[in-house]
């Protein structure tokens, strides 16, 4: 059995990629090996689905634009006869809330969301407590209120981009792909329990569990599976009119329903590895419920209804996505490392790799994103800190 393309892990990354393939070039076999088409443990299936305009670097901005005008038409375009994918975008907005430490990088920010053209608001202490009477702004100096920002239906995605793909000829195999084969500098195809399948190119596209397929390949992606809870909470406080929140620690509050919150905080103490029992209640008592009741008091009576883990791949040089070809092996490429925000991402960089794969120009470039900097040890970093 052999492919033009061998595509590892039929994610979001691994879909939307397929999907570009066949998009833009019919002609192409394309396979795509996903160990478990349930995607139970997904990062793309426990994902909080946020999409937002407002980071620092400019890739990383045109990238989420990018996914916004995707979503205006994405239904319509990923239409086939069994299914309409709906992924409902609701832009209820973002407001990221600044202390002084983190001012410097938000008006940083801030300037290069304007100067693309981006509908981001700076708001001062006394325009959020008039806006968003539930918030105290003690500590703050102010946020930053992107109106377009939101949540999406990461499922509905996931199925669009897969649904379409094997329309258009992509072969979804039940496989795991337990290594990847080269020869003479080159891929030559991908390892299962049982065979081997030959390809002209491989995309490594496996989430957390891609560092572990390229390690034998002498490849040491500073990436780890990070675990993260995520808890919904019922509260007193209605979700209508109001965004999601997030505190300058990185703690944040996501409208889940009419009083209903998704809650999370990402800390450097999160369990490194391949767990997905989600963290007890405990934690959410200690840590994040007082932290999040200080900035909004009315989240004092809250209730812990169900919670949920998954698996950031976090990119421990600079947080942000490598993807394109590996240097010295030709057609093995790599689409990882996202660090929590690489749901968001999937539609630019599957568009990206495809474009790589063929060696077709490049809509929006990103090779700043390349794996020669994590081989060089040079980081690009989105700012300081938060990796949410
Ligand atoms: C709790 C949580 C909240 C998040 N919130 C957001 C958010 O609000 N916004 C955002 O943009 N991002 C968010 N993210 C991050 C985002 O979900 C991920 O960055 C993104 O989904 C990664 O997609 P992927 O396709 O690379 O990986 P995955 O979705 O993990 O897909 C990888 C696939 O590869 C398969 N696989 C693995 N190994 C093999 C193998 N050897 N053979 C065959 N198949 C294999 C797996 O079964 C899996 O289906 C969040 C993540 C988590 C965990």
Request: proline share 6%; with cysteine; glycine share 12%.
């Amino acid at each position: 059995m052999a492919f033009d393309v061998v595509i590892v892990g039929g994610g979001i990354m691994g879909s939307s990629a397929a999907y570009h393939l066949l998009a833009t070039d019919p002609t192409l076999s394309v396979a795509v090996l996903e160990r478990d088409p349930t995607y139970r443990f997904a990062s793309t299936a426990l994902t909080d689905g946020n999409v937002r305009i407002q980071f620092n670097l400019e890739e990383n901005i045109r990238i989420s634009r990018y996914t916004m005008q995707v979503l205006e038409t994405f239904a319509d375009e990923m239409e086939t006869p069994a299914f309409r994918p709906e992924p409902a975008p609701r832009h209820e907005g973002n407001l990221f809330l600044v202390d002084e430490a983190g001012r410097e990088a938000a008006m940083s920010g801030l300037a290069t969301q304007r100067s693309l053209g981006c509908r981001v608001e700076w708001l001062d202490a006394d325009a959020i407590a008039a806006a968003f009477p539930a918030l105290t702004t003690a500590g703050l100096v102010g946020g930053t209120f992107g109106p377009d920002d939101g949540r999406v239906d990461a499922n509905a995605m996931l199925r669009g981009y897969r649904l379409k793909a094997i329309s258009l000829g992509a072969e979804y195999l039940a496989l795991e792909a337990t290594g990847i084969i080269t020869a003479s500098g080159r891929v030559t195809g991908v390892t299962t329990p049982t065979d081997t399948i030959g390809a002209g190119a491989v995309l490594v596209a496996a989430g957390a569990w891609t560092p572990g397929l390229l390690t034998p390949l002498g490849i040491d992606l500073p990436v780890i599976p990070v675990m993260r809870t995520v808890y919904v909470v019922g509260s007193t406080v209605a979700t209508a009119g109001l965004p999601s929140w997030f505190l300058p620690s990185g703690a944040y509050a996501l409208p889940e329903g009419a009083r209903t919150w998704a809650m999370a905080w990402s800390r450097d103490t999160d369990p490194i590895g391949f767990d997905f029992t989600p963290a007890g209640h405990h934690r959410f008592e200690d840590v994040l419920w007082p932290e999040l009741a200080d900035h909004v008091p009315a989240f004092d009576a809250l209730r812990v209804e169900s919670s949920w883990a998954g698996l950031y791949d976090v990119n421990t040089l600079d947080g942000n996505a490598i993807v394109g070809e590996w240097p010295g092996i030709a057609g093995l490429h790599v689409a990882v490392g996202f660090s929590g925000h690489g749901f968001q991402q999937g539609p630019a960089v599957g568009r990206y790799l495809a474009e790589e794969i063929r060696g077709a120009s490049h809509a929006l470039d990103l090779s700043r994103f390349g794996p020669q900097r994590v081989i060089d040890g040079v980081p690009v970093l989105e700012h300081a800190g938060r990796i949410i």
